[in-house]
Every structure is written in C-alpha cells, then in structure tokens.
C-alpha cells in the first residue's frame, strides 16, 4: 500500500491484513520500535479530537517522532495554500502525512505534491478510511464475525464520509448495511454501493448494530430535518426503540439528547468508548502498513 486515500483503494485481503495487525498491536502496552526515526506528520484543516489524538499517540507508540500542524493558528490564516504548506513540511522529509481537509480530494492532491505516504483522514463528505477499518476492528472484536452481519446506519448519511466509507467496507466483508433516517438524509441513488435504505426507525430492528450519525450542521447549506427536537422524536436512538443486546456505535462526536440518548450512550451496549481504543490499535496497524517496510532514512553523523 502506498497511501490510503479511499475505502476504495482496498481490498478484502487488505483489511483482513490490516484488522489482524491491529489485533496483534491492540494489547502491547509497550512501545514498538519498527518506525523509528521515522517522522509522522498530521496535517488538520478541520477540528478533531479522536481522530488527531488516536494518530498521534499510535505513531508515538511505533517510536516515529510526531509533528502535529493545525491550520488554525498556522500561516494559512496569512493565505498561505494548501500546496505550500506541504511543500514547506515536506522538507523535513515526513515518511507519512496524515491529511484532514474540508475539501474532497484535498489528500489526493497532497499525495502528488509529497513523497510521504498519505493517510485520508478525513475529507469533506467524501471519505474517512481509518475511522470505517476501526469500527469494523470493533465490530469483529464485539461480535466475533463481519461476513454476515447486519448494520444500520442511522441519520445524516447524506452529509457523512463516516457512512461512505463504512457502506463501502462493510460490503467488502460480506455484511449488510441499511441506512435509516429522514428522506432528505440519505443520498438517492446510494443502493448502488451495495445497501438498502428505510426512512421508518422500527427498520433498525433487525440490526446485529446500530450505527448512530450526528446531524452534521456545518456541512447543510439548507434545513434538512425541521428542528432538532423532531428529528430526536422520530430517529433517536433510545432505550425503548433497541432490542436487548443490539449493539450501538457512534464515530464521535455525540450529541446526547438530538440522535442518541445519553442512557443509550453509557449503556451496556454501547462500543463508543471501545471504537476510540480501536481507533489507536487500527491507525498504528495502518502506519506500520503504510511504513515499516519502507527504509528509515540514513542517519549521517
Ligand atoms: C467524524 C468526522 O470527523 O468525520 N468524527 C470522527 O472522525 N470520529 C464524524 C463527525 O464529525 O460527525
């Protein structure tokens, strides 16, 4: 693998690759040495917490050194372009690049300016492939199996690279996605990747999982669902609408109270806190993926 831009750039035999790396690092307290001396840069034009720390930490788990730019604060708020700023941090000669940008295709850009391996971590509505190998991670951990399982996604589909990339690897393993929420959530024509969707949230019965999106409101241009408080009425997730021992997920950030009741979040069920553990075991099989068998720079005394 050269980067990792896309769901799209894998194939089963590489996530299987991928999940059974994480589950060899996922119980190592110890640091590994197999990316030392190796420089890991995360580049975020966009706010994260999980995402940004589970990076940083797995790299400093491998032993690479970390350097974390955020634009907020940096000279992109003097015009600096996206281009630029690469090309700057590029000379300190980074073996990997992790990207966050609003814009689709941003990381694809990145990969032909650098020679650094690119990790898509997250750009505009299109694509977050890190965060759909986590929670498959979690989800064979939890359940035991992927190949048959049956998911739903419920809520802003339409604005979620979350959900892109999770219908896209879940039908790489041989599960089965459904997409649940209001008709203006969920994008037409989506069945072609290989789901089916439902606008009534009685259709999450039949869920091994429960996937929970959050209304992405800086991503609408328009009102996509009346208020909130209607939306929570009719597609929160809450105690009395799961079955007893029906998994919940959500990529984070959660909004108790809108798509997922508090008590549904802190409940025996849910695999929230066990995604974010994930997300560390599977970024550091991602790096080690990407890097460990590349050569570590020559050090000239
Ligand atoms: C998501 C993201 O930024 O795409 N968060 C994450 O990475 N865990 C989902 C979101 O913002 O709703």
Redesign the pocket.
Known sequence: MRHLLSIGDLSRDDVERILASADRVAGIDDKLPSLKGKLVLTLFF?S????ASSFELAAKRLSADTMSFKAAGSSVEKGESLKDTVLTLSAYDPAAIVV?HPHIGAPQLVARWTEAAVVN??DGKHQ?PT?ALLDLFTMQQALGRLEGLHVAIVGDVVH???ARSLIQALALVGAHTRLVGPPTLLPTGIEALGCDTATEVEAIDTADVVYV??M?RERMESAFVPSLREYAARWGITPERLRPGQKVMH???INRGVEIDGRVADGPDSLILEQVRAGLAVRMAVLQDLLAARPALEVVA
């Open positions: 966009e994260s917490t999980r995402t966050r971590a997250g977050h965060q979620s690279r979350v999106l959050r992405q990529p984070g950030p």
